[in-house]
């Protein structure tokens, strides 16, 4: 079946602009995650959604940044006003569930590269 | 700050060779993950170790975990060009029923031909 799939795979965007990344996780995955990976450097957990629950939105930066979940599907990423530390990759993932101790493996998507000038 | 880090940063090794690296964490885990992530593509679970299980193994992938010494290492036998890749490690750091992964910064393994 399909995988995790994100757009768009690049996004170059000017300093102060709105941006807005899309993720669709794999059917019937009720968690799903939102990454940040600066060039060379590991991932950093941004937000995570888990069926209807409430997300965990610990992870994120600033107050720039927001995420939605429509139901157990696609999921959205906005980060208003961006600035050139915002550059990076979005990586976004999802699983069958959290669960009891995260014990289900993660499916990540090909993540959007976000360049700010 | 980064619950898992990596160790080496960067390995460089011939093909046939053996890899091994290693994961540090600081919090009680429930279980722990590797990722490996090739150059431009996106990040592919390896294998998952249990907190109360102290090997496991996957082809030619040997992960140990100590929970004492809150350390991991994942060996890659027989190493092979298309092994080169980043690894990762991953724990969910925190108490029971939590779910929040964090990654480390990963080792940068390179297979020479």
């Known amino acids: 079946g399909a995988g995790v799939s994100q757009s768009p795979s690049n996004k170059v965007t000017e300093k102060g602009k709105d941006v807005e990344l899309r993720c669709d996780p794999i059917s019937g995955h009720t968690a799903l995650y939102w990454y940040r990976q600066r060039l060379g450097q590991g991932l950093e957990f941004l937000i995570y959604?888990?069926?209807?629950?409430?997300?965990?939105k610990s992870g994120l930066p600033s107050d720039r940044f927001s995420a939605e979940r429509t139901g157990e599907s696609v999921s959205t990423l906005t980060i208003q006003r961006t600035q050139q530390e915002d550059s990076a990759v979005y990586l976004c993932?999802?699983?069958?569930?959290?669960?009891?101790?995260?014990?289900?493996?993660?499916?990540f998507g090909p993540g959007t590269r976000l360049t700010v000038t | 700050s980064q619950q898992g880090e990596e160790d080496p940063q960067a390995l460089s090794i011939q093909e046939g060779e053996n890899a091994t690296m290693n994961c540090s964490y600081k919090?009680?885990?429930?279980?722990l993950q590797w990722y490996r992530q090739n150059s431009g593509r996106g990040l592919v679970h390896l294998i998952l170790i249990r907190s109360n299980e102290r090997e496991k193994h996957s082809g030619r992938l040997r992960v140990t975990l100590d929970t004492s010494k809150k350390s991991s290492s994942l060996l890659i036998t027989a190493s092979r060009a298309a092994d080169t890749a980043s690894y990762f490690c991953?724990?969910?750091?925190?108490?029971?029923?939590?779910?929040?992964?964090?990654f480390g910064t990963g080792t940068r393994l390179k297979v020479l031909a």
């Open positions: 993932a999802s699983s069958l569930s959290a669960g009891s101790g995260g014990r289900y493996e993660q499916y």
């Open positions: 959604f888990q069926g209807n629950s409430a997300p965990d």
């Open positions: 919090t009680s885990i429930n279980n």
């Open positions: 991953a724990t969910d750091g925190a108490p029971s029923g939590t779910y929040k992964y964090i």
